[in-house]
Nanobody, 115 residues
Framework: QVQLVESGGGLVQPGGSLRLSCAASRSIFSGNAMAWFRRAPGKQRESVAFITSGGGTNYADSVKGRFTISRDNAKNTVYLQMNSLKPEDTAVYYC?????????WGQGTQVTVSS
């Protein structure tokens, strides 16, 4: 079954941290770059970070220095460590493969940054 399952979101105060996980089916994950995206209320989906199959990374300017993307190829899982969270990071976060044709989107995981 081809799927993406995101988890790890929640409510956190500004300055806090969260670690998101995305479990992907092997057909999506293996040999492909993986990325995290987010959609804030009333805004379009945007790319947050991606990681190549070889471990190279790239980040949106808005999260550079605060977020870290990583992957575990043995577990077909990609992670997003989010530190120093800001209210503007509030969004539903999704993962997908950005350069080989999007797979069906998962349900996402809600991240809310609020005091």
């Amino acid at each position: 079954q081809v799927q993406l399952v995101e988890s790890g979101g929640g409510l956190v105060q500004p300055g806090g941290s969260l670690r998101l996980s995305c479990a992907a089916s092997r057909s999506i994950f293996s040999g492909n770059a993986m990325a995290w995206f987010r959609r804030a209320p009333g805004k379009q989906r945007e790319s947050v970070a991606f990681i190549t199959s070889g471990g190279g990374t790239n980040y949106a300017d808005s999260v550079k220095g605060r977020f870290t993307i990583s992957r575990d190829n043995a577990k077909n899982t990609v992670y997003l460590q989010m530190n120093s969270l800001k209210p503007e990071d509030t969004a539903v976060y999704y993962c997908n493969r950005p350069f080989a044709g999007f797979a069906s989107w998962g349900q996402g995981t809600q991240v809310t940054v609020s005091s």
